[in-house]
């Protein structure tokens, strides 16, 4: 039986919300304290142990969003991810993760899991194949990413997480790029969902936090080695999430319009030589999409033609900023070749279909028109200089 929510909207403004006993103030309180007394309570209240009354307000908010039993809210989205999967890898185990994987994710695994007696496996493709010649008798965890960087590939969520249930494993998914509002992988089957809230979660490009969602049961196993590492989020951070979290469903549901007008835009653009879109027929992973995201999300890449260099290009924007980050109200840009992809030699990059004119494109809550606009002068401006330097 599937357990019945408020609509979403409603979830974002009001689950979890604090009461102002005291004022009868219209927002959550905020409670700074890091010590509470406890001579007459069961709870023993402290930052740390993830318990104060800001941060178990925002985790059910979050368990809510996710359609989850329980949550627990990091200072990064990379105290979330490394938690997760510590919690249930043991020196011995073995890990089988996707491919392409956020870089901080795949730098912990390549460069600290090794040290702690876990091994490990990335998938040669995205299907449920793939993933399931990786599997060895001592593996544990598989751990997905979809829609995933920078190309926007599909994983089949429900597929994996049968394929977990049929070899016993917990099956583990980074939803930063879909978000709750284009996503809920537990619906498919995943067990444990976990987020960048600095991504959408945030969405102002001003916070940085994690967050991980399950039922009682894997959560309370996160929770006792996170109280032990330490990863918790200050409360006046969690206070300006849960404020965040108010619009998540509006901004995002903006950007996913935004998205896939800028995506048709580059597709009939004659110096762009391909769009990388979920929401676009042609995408290989559109039909999967359509089962398992309810809007295709405001991440797209697309791929400049030859003689366009992406660093110029970037350069001639005026309005979209080209910045490291995403999933802000601003539009955003990178380069792959420059940025999570720059130590990867040329070729190593060809051969994951990363080309040296890709860019990532984080689509915000501007006006369509203005982005379009914005792109097609940078193009031409880009082209002119390319003509003149070629000497035409
Ligand atoms: C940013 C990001 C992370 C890491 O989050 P931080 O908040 O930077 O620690 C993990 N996964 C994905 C997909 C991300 O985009």
Redesign the pocket.
């Known amino acids: 039986m599937k357990k019945k929510y408020p609509g979403f909207n409603t979830i974002c403004t009001h689950t979890g919300e604090l009461e102002d006993k005291q004022h009868k103030g219209a927002v959550s309180p905020l409670y700074m304290s890091t010590s509470y007394a406890f001579t007459d309570v069961d709870v023993k209240r402290y930052p740390r142990y993830f318990n104060t009354p800001n941060q178990e307000g925002l985790c059910k908010k979050i368990a809510a969003l996710e359609h989850a039993e329980d949550a627990l809210i990091f200072g ?6 490394s938690t997760a999967l510590l919690a249930f890898l043991s020196a011995g185990d073995h890990v089988v993760l996707q491919q392409t ?2 870089g ?2 795949h730098n912990l695994v390549t460069e600290e899991f090794a040290k702690y007696g876990i091994s490990h496996s990335f998938t040669e493709g995205w299907q449920p194949q793939d993933f399931e010649a990786k599997i060895r008798p001592n593996t544990k965890v598989i751990y997905i ?1 979809t829609p995933s ?1 920078p190309l926007l590939t599909l994983t089949d969520m429900e597929a994996v997480a049968q394929l977990a249930k049929r070899h016993g494993l917990v099956s583990i998914i ?1 939803n ?2 879909a978000s709750p509002v284009n996503q809920n992988p537990l619906d498919f089957g995943i067990d444990i969902v976990l ?5 959408y979660m945030g969405g102002h490009s001003d916070i ?3 967050a991980v969602a399950s039922t009682k049961a894997h959560m309370e196993r996160i929770f006792h080695l996170a109280k032990n590492l330490g990863g918790s989020l200050s409360d006046y951070t969690v206070w300006l999430l849960e404020r965040s979290i108010k619009t998540m469903g509006l901004r995002v549901k903006a950007q996913n319009g935004n998205a896939m007008t800028l995506a048709h835009h580059l597709k009939a653009h004659e110096d762009v030589n391909a769009v990388y879109y979920p929401g676009l027929e042609d995408h290989p992973g559109h039909v999967l999409a359509k089962r398992q995201m309810k809007g295709f999300g405001g991440m797209l890449s697309f791929e400049l033609k030859p003689y366009l260099d992406s660093a110029k290009f970037q350069k001639n924007l005026q309005l979209i900023k080209s910045s490291m ?3 802000g109200v601003e539009s955003t840009v990178l380069s792959p070749k420059d940025t999570s992809h720059g130590l990867l030699s040329p070729e190593a990059r060809a051969e994951q279909g990363i080309t040296d004119g890709l860019i990532r494109f984080s689509v915000g809550i501007e006006e369509a028109e203005d982005l379009m606009a914005d792109i097609d002068q940078a193009i031409k401006e880009t082209k002119l200089s390319a003509s003149y330097a070629g000497g035409q």
Not at 195 to 199: D, E, M, N, V
């Open positions: 990064s989205g990379m105290a979330a991810v994987l956020y901080g994710t990413e960087n980074d930063t790029f987020h960048s809230a600095t991504k940085c936090a994690g980050s995403l999933a």
